[in-house]
Structures are given as C-alpha cells and as structure tokens.
C-alpha cells in the first residue's frame, strides 16, 4: 500500500564539491538553503539583498551585481526617520542616507565577487503578485510599509518574468560563462493575495522557471515546490502558521538537493560533519571534570582531522572549544 506520492529527484551532472561557492538570491527557500549550506562549510553568500520575493526585482539585482549602470539613490524613500530602498528588504536600511548607499554599495560589490568564482546561483521565486510604484510605475521589490496608494498591485506575466531573466543571464554569463543557475519556486503560500490569487501565481512562476530551464543548458530547475505540495502535503510538515515548512520538512528537501547535485564525497562529510557539530554544541553539567576536559581534546583533535581531510577551516570551532579547557 502506497500511502505518500514521493517527488522523485534525479541526480544531475553538477557533481558539486565541498569547496563550491554558491549564491543565493530570492525569498525565503533561497534563505533557508542558503543557510544550511553555510553551516556544512560550503562558501555561501546568502541573500546579499535581504529576502526578495518577486522575479523582477531578484533579476534586477543581479543585473546591477555583473554590471548594469543603475542610481539607487533614485530609488530610496525615507518613512519615520529611516531611510529604505524600493529595490531591497527593510533589513537594508538606515537612519543616514548616506551610510545606506555605502551599505548599498558593499553589496552591490560583495555579490558580483562572490558571482565572478561562484559554481552555483540560486534562485528562489515567492510570487508573481508585484507590486508598482504609481509616481514611476517601476516593480518595487518592498513597499517598506508605506501607504497603499502610493502603489498598484500587479500580477506579473511569464512573459515579463522570462524577459526579465533573459537580461540578466546573459551579463551573468559575460560576468561567470561556468556559472550554473538552480531555480525554484518557494512553497511558501502568500495567503493574503487570496488562496485563488496565490494559486495563480504559483502556477505562473513554475510556467517561466519552465520555460527558461528548457531554453538554457546551464539553467536548472529543483522542485523544492512540488516535493512540499505533494509529498510533503500533510500540515504535521508545517509549522503553526500552516505556510511555511518545519525543520524536519526543510530537513527533507534539503536531503533530496544534496543528492542530486553535490558529489559523493559531500555527501560522506554531511554525517561526519553534524556528528562533530553536535559534539561542539554539546553543553555539559561539569565542564571542569577530567571527562569533559579529555572530550574537548578528543573532539579538537578530530576537528583537525577533518581539516586535512576535506580541506576546510574549523577554526571558530576549534576556539569555541579551546575555550573551555582549563
């Protein structure tokens, strides 16, 4: 008896390594991927921009990222003393105009470094709902809470979206020609567009990751989406504001991307790693005793090891334990 529809996820070419770089952009998958990545020592930058939730807006910013000419300070707002920009998060932001456009810049140059030797982008979408600036007409990546008629709600077409992508791609090919781009779509149900508008949109943003994945040989699709929708379609796997997955469901879904495009080698550090990192975190009721003191030397030693083994720095690790020797 077959009681679940298991999304199936073929291994794909990649291969990545430990020692890949990867680039995480979008809304929140992107976050969540992009973390768990850091945290098993892979050089990750983790949405750079803050969580960006509309195609348009993730694609534009890429584009200023390889090269694009483009004034922020055209585009921020200032609301309560604060100043904001209508192309980032709030969590970008500051009292200072200036010390904004500095913090804009540092990003800006942060990302298209880390772009020119990354072997991965990832691209999370949330939602095809947009929204624009009524004074510009521009799509707007955050309203930053500033009153509703200052705005138009859109819902953007695969044809906008795919455009939009088409721009980019090709100045991230000129920046990195190696450079392989893994998209998704966020399973994150955007309920206050209405569940009517929210299915819409989704169905649009998996009609243009589509459409672009078969138009480009370096462009791939993870269904990080369909693996929540179907396999994952009982609320135990949600958390208890019904939207967004659990632990254990991202646990999942990051399983089944680790299998299809990272290495075997990857994937025989992954326990050897969260075996050590348990060992770290562990918090004893003696620290002081002879037992924890020869475990702090044990786990430091074997802290080393993987360190020559897999050619990666454990050295706030290390510290962290050292710390408590006595």
Wanted: hydrophobic share 40%; proline share 5%.
């Amino acid at each position: 008896m077959i009681l679940r529809t298991e999304v199936p996820v073929k291994p794909s070419q990649l291969h990545l390594p430990l020692q890949a770089q990867v680039v995480t952009v979008g809304s929140c998958f992107a976050e969540v991927i992009g973390n768990k990545l850091h945290e098993n020592k892979v050089a990750s930058l983790v949405n750079p921009f803050g969580t960006i939730f509309n195609p348009l807006s993730a694609c534009l910013l890429l584009e200023i990222a390889c090269g694009k000419p483009y004034d922020f300070e055209q585009h921020l707002v200032q609301n309560n003393g604060i100043w904001y920009a209508y192309d980032l998060h709030s969590s970008l932001s500051s009292p200072s105009k200036t010390e904004l456009l500095q913090t804009i810049t540092r990003q800006i140059q942060q990302t298209k470094e880390q772009l020119q030797k990354a072997s991965l982008l990832i691209m999370t979408w949330g939602t095809a709902v947009s929204y624009r600036l009524a004074s510009t007409g521009t799509v707007v990546a955050n309203c930053h809470k500033l009153p509703s008629k200052q705005f138009s709600r859109v819902l953007l077409t695969c044809q906008e979206i795919t455009t939009a992508f088409a721009q980019m791609y090709t100045r991230l090919q000129q920046l990195n020609p190696d450079l392989q781009v893994l998209l998704t779509v966020s399973p994150v149900r955007h309920v206050k567009e209405t569940l009517e508008i929210n299915s819409v949109s989704k169905a649009i943003l998996r009609v243009a990751t589509h459409q672009v994945a078969e138009e480009h040989e370096q462009v791939h699709y993870f269904p990080a989406y369909e693996i929540m929708m179907d396999d994952l379609r009982d609320y135990r796997f949600y958390k208890s504001d019904m939207l967004h997955p659990t632990e254990l469901a991202e646990d999942y879904i990051w399983q089944k991307f680790v299998g299809a495009y990272f290495d075997q080698e990857f994937q025989t550090f992954l326990p050897e790693w969260q075996k050590l990192k348990r060992a770290v975190a562990h918090k004893p009721f003696h620290p002081e005793s002879a037992a924890h003191q020869q475990f702090l030397r044990s786990t430091i030693q074997q802290l080393k090891q993987l360190e020559q083994q897999y050619s990666i720095s454990c050295e706030e690790e290390t510290r962290q334990l050292q710390a408590q020797l006595v």
